[in-house]
């Protein structure tokens, strides 16, 4: 009877040691330790989280709009262009503007007035729209103005006033043919808003132009052929 109990009491012991085996060795061996699933507990948004969220989440996708969903990317650029294109105008045109209220006749002077006030205007819509599209503006205008600029600045009298005429108007004209085109392809919406809006304070200009280049004797050139609208979705 004894030696039954001895054998009853080493196979409970054995059985204890059995069940307590894989918990010490995970104590004492950590390559035994059930690995976590991947990314489980990883700080959401640390580099190499597959499923990101939050900041993260929200900086990929920022990106994603900005360069367009698969057929856009292109159409977005070139309205981030023309955003940068128009302010850099609108610029030379507040310029010009201030130039020939130094050395315009009462006429010019008087347009040029209603020039800076309008451009300046439309700069400030068009930079809340670049804050929308994420897009950089120019703080200048662009070199063939700038040329321009300094040619009208050695100008007076009457010869100032027919560059500035002719130069203006060639500027609208042009503007207005962009801003049109640009308002049947842009994709996005407060852009083709604002855009639409500006193309009919460009119309206004063109029309007082006209009267201003009769009243001064100054003969503007043909204007150039409208452009086709694109067939929708082009």
Not at 87 to 98: H, L, N, P, R, S
Not at 140 to 152: I, T
């Amino acid at each position: 009877m004894k030696m039954k109990r001895i054998a009853l009491l080493a196979l409970a012991v054995t059985g204890m040691a059995t069940a307590l085996l894989p918990t010490q060795l995970a104590a004492q061996d950590p390559t035994q330790i059930p690995q976590t699933p991947q990314n489980q507990n990883q700080q959401t948004g640390a580099p190499g989280y597959s499923n990101q969220t939050g900041a993260a989440a929200t900086t990929n996708t920022t990106m994603r709009d900005t360069l367009g969903a698969p057929g856009e990317t292109g159409q977005q650029m070139q309205d981030k262009l023309f955003v940068q294109k128009a302010t850099e105008g609108g610029i030379a045109q507040v310029q010009f503007g201030k130039l020939a209220l130094q050395k315009g006749s009462p006429e010019v002077k008087e347009f040029a007035q209603k020039m800076i006030d309008d451009h300046t205007a439309l700069n400030k819509e068009m930079a809340n729209v670049a804050d929308s599209i994420g897009t950089m503006l120019p703080r200048k205008m662009s070199k063939d103005d700038q040329a321009e600029y300094n040619k009208l600045n050695g100008l007076s009298g009457d010869e100032f006033d027919k560059e500035y005429i002719l130069y203006i108007a060639k500027g609208h004209r042009e503007d207005m043919r962009n801003f049109r085109m640009e308002v049947s392809v842009a994709a996005d919406p407060e852009l083709q808003a604002e855009v639409a809006k500006a193309a009919m304070t460009i119309r206004e200009h063109l029309m007082m132009l006209t009267k201003l280049a009769k009243d001064k004797g100054v003969e503007l050139p043909a204007r150039p052929p409208r452009p086709a609208t694109p067939p929708a979705g082009m």
